[in-house]
């Protein structure tokens, strides 16, 4: 167990006052913290490192996990914590995150006891969000447990502790009772781990308790993961079937994302009125009374007590809109063809695309088995057949509504902020392909293009990313509204199938049937 040795008075890194321990796991403790040198405040994790840390070591893991955490900061906006620093001290890694407005979820759980299944699926559905996210950009998290998620009083969870998994030789640092049994025979390790916690997540909010119990020893606790049977769930009701799926200890007789997804979405169908708990009281404000305590002037750290989150929020929405492409509304389809080289030795047949022909306004009459979906949100678009709203991700000033059949590409994200710049060529290049830059297997197709979409300024980019048969292609396109928000539209599919003429007429159909909010 991780010990709180460090005293209150000293500084991390020469910089990071610590100031309460609110969370505590196996090898991990998180404090509330103080940045002295921005006036900011933190969250920050300590981790015990499994092995001695030399200088290789040390910036092996503070580069992986500051990569990562960045890397799926713009895969999934609003819902995963910013790594503002890492640095590796004493053999302890030292995790640094802008604030988050939310209750770890352990502490929630240690208050409530469990949550009811409604609830449990709730919370399910958006971890699974993030997970699709990561997987689809090939990125295994590894770490999941209820430290790493953070419940907020409004919006979806907040994952943290990305880029850990790897980032040392020995494969597991912080929480055994969520390890999966790969794990805890010491295997490699991919989405099926993820999947393995998130079954181990959904029982431990519904039963309270985890599946396998802490035993003391992480080499005992991993040991009855791996070979102990799982104490059946009692609670679980119309979940039962995803948990127990979800937890099997063959990896590859897990359940899939779109049947987990399909269940939890059923359960939230059937048991809508339980989902009604009051939301839980963030208790991170606390931070802030341990400064006064300590006996600080409140200065501007403390006044940003209030702004902390409007500040991440806001550079979330840049992000969402940004990553997305800052899109559109209206009927013009992308203005140039794109190509590619392909990967070397390979065939590029469905990663040459040829683009849709422009076309100058939308048709009246929509292709066979479309049908036209309007969102709460105002906006509009036809569907395929069998196509519907799969997620919703919101920050204040900024959402995404991802659409598609079982939520594997092909699908559609529509995403809406408030907050670009002036330039949608600019914003491609200067604030989204850096980040994009990361993913693994990335290439961009072309150049940015600047385009024109309803008579606003537009920019269309295209890129590959991910690697085999995980490979994706994706175009975007930004548009600005003219009223310093914008909106986009990103399509992707598997990189073999973009060209098929299915892909072809989804991609011309969304660009020519997309309309704006009135007003």
């Known amino acids: 167990m991780t010990k709180a040795h460090v005293s209150a008075h000293e500084l991390v890194a020469g910089r990071y006052r610590l100031l309460e321990v609110f969370a505590r796991e196996t090898n991990r403790l998180w404090w509330y913290a103080e940045d002295v040198a921005a006036e900011q405040p933190r969250l920050v994790a300590q981790t015990t490192l499994p092995e001695p840390a030399g200088d290789d070591t040390a910036r092996r893991v503070t580069a992986r996990v500051v990569r990562t955490s960045e890397t799926m900061r713009l895969l999934c906006p609003g819902q995963v914590a910013t790594v503002v620093d890492a640095v590796v001290e004493a053999g302890t890694l030292w995790t ?260 849709p022909t422009p076309t100058a306004s939308a048709s009246a009459v929509l292709p066979a088995g479309y049908h036209r979906y309007t969102a709460p949100e105002g906006f509009s678009v036809a569907l395929p057949a069998g196509w519907k709203r799969l997620t919703t991700s919101r920050v204040t000033g900024a959402y995404r509504v991802t659409f598609g059949r079982d939520g594997t590409s092909p699908t559609l994200a529509v995403t809406h902020s408030e907050h670009v710049g002036p330039d949608p060529v600019a914003v491609w290049q200067e604030d989204v392909e850096p980040g994009l830059q990361r993913l693994p297997g990335y290439q961009r197709i072309g150049t940015v293009r600047a385009t024109t979409y309803e008579g606003y300024r537009a920019a269309d980019l295209e890129w590959l990313a991910g690697t085999g048969d995980a490979r994706v292609h994706t175009f975007g396109r930004g548009f600005l509204t003219g009223r310093g928000d914008a909106f986009s539209l990103r399509f992707k599919t598997p990189a073999a199938t973009w060209n098929d003429a299915v892909n072809r007429l989804a991609l011309r159909t969304f660009l020519q049937t997309f309309r704006l909010p009135r007003g």
């Open 96 to 355: 640094v995150t802008e604030w988050i407005d939310g209750t770890p979820l352990g502490e929630l759980l240690g208050r409530e006891g469990g949550f009811n299944v409604a609830r449990a699926a709730r919370v399910g559905l958006e971890l699974l969000d993030v997970l699709q996210a990561a997987h689809d950009g090939g990125i295994t998290h590894g770490e999941l447990s209820p430290g790493q998620v953070f419940v907020r009083d409004s919006g979806p969870v907040v994952v943290t502790g990305f880029g850990l998994a790897g980032a040392t030789l020995v494969p597991r640092l912080t929480a055994p009772s969520y390890a999966s049994p790969e794990q805890a025979r010491d295997e490699r390790i991919g989405p099926a781990a993820d999947l393995w916690a998130l079954g181990a997540l959904l029982y431990t909010m519904v039963e309270g308790r985890p599946p396998f119990r802490d035993r003391g020893r992480p080499d005992a606790t991993l040991k009855a993961v791996d070979r102990l049977p799982l104490r059946t769930p009692l609670r679980t009701g119309p979940l039962t079937q995803a948990v127990q799926g979800l937890l099997r200890k063959n990896s590859r007789e897990r359940l899939t994302r779109p049947v987990v997804r399909e269940a939890l979405i059923r359960t939230l169908d059937e048991d809508a009125d339980a989902d009604r708990e009051p939301a839980p009281v963030p208790r991170l404000r606390g931070a802030y009374a341990g400064v006064r305590l300590a006996g600080r002037e409140p200065g501007r750290w403390l006044l940003a007590a209030g702004t902390a989150l409007a500040v991440v929020t806001v550079a979330a929405a840049v992000l969402a809109a940004t990553h997305q492409g800052p899109g559109a509304g209206g009927a013009q389809a992308p203005a140039h063809p794109a190509t590619s080289a392909g990967p070397p030795g390979r065939s590029t047949a469905g990663t040459a695309p040829s683009s």
